[in-house]
């Protein structure tokens, strides 16, 4: 009996090979494909090109966590070193170290919504900087002509406000900038059309706001960009998101909150039955005490005539006539006295100009001499024989030729 002996096959494998084999074993697991894996943050990072990198601790187990940019963006909120966490994602092989990672697309803290915690933060974070301050706070106006209305063109928030207008304040225009007010890019067009809105010069007041609904729903009025385009706004703004209880980060900011838009039309305008209330008051106000002025001015007038007989009235007239005439004269002196002593000053004070006058030196006999080119003469070395000057006379000027210089000994240079 023949024994044989099989001798395996020896397969020498790259670090590559064995790395790419396991990368494809773990990307070919359904189950590996969407992940939900807690544990305590350590080691968290955050690169310049705004990708986010930590490792998920349990007792003495670790795994790596890579979150890309893009998704970083949309996180609610970044964790902490020591906070404890659910992260979502796929399991995946970073092929160049040799080591297992989950690749994340959305963390939650662990007993707190993830919403919620990104409402404080943000919260807290605009209320260091000021954000929330009531110096900030600009105030309403009165009587606007124009509220400009930032909301969805067919969401319920624009037509609750236009009826509440028409009932209240019907002299008001609206101006819509219609924007997503829920979901992806909402944030994005409230912001802009804040921007947009502040660009015109004939809004009184901006209303923001929408209907009621969940937190998710009210997100894009607890992103930042929205708080910060409402602080930004040179226009007062009413946030009107319609929730009675809860505050989003918009009203927080907004020059004033009201808890649904129909209320914030309230808070905006008058009330017009209230105007003509008060305007039919005015009226009964003003013709009582016309009245009684009327009424008084008589009464008066009686008794002057009841204790003036008509030659006594007439004679009281004459009196008036002469202490009129009397004033009358007095001022007309006093004026005429006034004018002449402004008069004669002004006299005297043109005399002492004319004597200062360069004009009246030249009407003496004296003379300017000047260049050609308007430079006035002074020394005879400013000029060369053959040289043209001009002469100003008293009356006149005369344009010369030098012939010869003399000095002031009358030698000749």
Not at 206 to 216: D, F, H, N, T, Y
Request: neutral net charge.
């Amino acid at each position: 009996m023949q024994l044989e002996f099989s001798i395996p096959t020896k397969t020498v494998r790259s670090v590559s090979e064995i790395t790419n084999l396991l990368k494809k074993l773990i990307d070919q697991q359904p189950e590996f494909q969407n992940v939900w894996v807690q544990g305590e943050v350590s080691n968290y990072s955050r690169s310049g090109a705004g990708h986010v990198y930590f490792t998920l601790k349990e007792d003495s187990h670790q795994i790596s966590v890579a979150i890309f940019r893009n998704a970083a963006n949309l996180l609610k909120f970044l964790p902490k070193n020591g906070e404890e966490v659910i992260v979502q994602g796929q399991l995946s092989l970073y092929s160049t170290r040799g080591q297992y990672q989950i690749v994340g697309r959305n963390v939650e803290p662990v007993g707190i919504g993830a919403l919620q915690r990104a409402y404080e933060e943000l919260k807290q974070q605009l209320t260091n900087e000021g954000l929330f301050d009531d110096s900030h706070k600009k105030p309403l106006p009165k009587f606007p002509r124009k509220i400009g209305v930032v909301t969805s063109p067919t969401g319920a928030a624009i037509q609750d406000i236009l009826q509440q207008l028409r009932k209240r304040y019907p002299l008001a225009e609206v101006l819509l900038h219609p924007t997503l007010v829920q979901g992806d890019g909402a944030s994005q067009g409230i912001a802009r059309a804040l921007q947009v809105m502040n660009q015109r010069d004939d809004i009184d007041v901006l209303i923001v706001g929408r209907g009621g609904g969940s937190i998710e729903d009210l997100w894009a009025f607890n992103e930042e960009r929205v708080a910060r385009a409402i602080f930004d706004s040179r226009i007062p703004v009413v946030s009107a998101v319609g929730h009675e209880t809860d505050f989003t980060i918009a009203d927080w900011v907004a020059d004033h909150r009201a808890p649904t838009p129909s209320a914030a039309v309230e808070h905006i305008v008058p009330d017009q039955n209230e105007l003509f209330a008060q305007l039919d008051g005015l009226d009964t106000w003003l013709r009582t005490t016309i009245q009684n002025r009327l009424n008084r001015d008589q009464t008066q007038l009686q008794e002057l005539k009841t204790r003036l007989s008509p030659t006594q009235r007439k004679d009281a007239i004459y009196q008036l006539y002469q202490r009129v005439d009397t004033f009358d004269l007095a001022c007309r002196s006093g004026v005429g006295r006034k004018l002449a002593d402004n008069e004669n000053r002004l006299h005297a004070l043109a005399q002492h100009l004319n004597a200062l006058s360069p004009l009246a030196t030249l009407a003496r006999g004296y003379s300017i001499t000047r260049k050609t080119d308007g430079e006035v003469l002074t020394d005879t070395e400013q000029v060369s024989v053959g040289d043209k000057i001009e002469v100003q006379l008293s009356r006149g000027h005369l344009t010369c030729c030098i012939e010869e210089r003399l000095d002031e000994n009358r030698q000749r240079r």
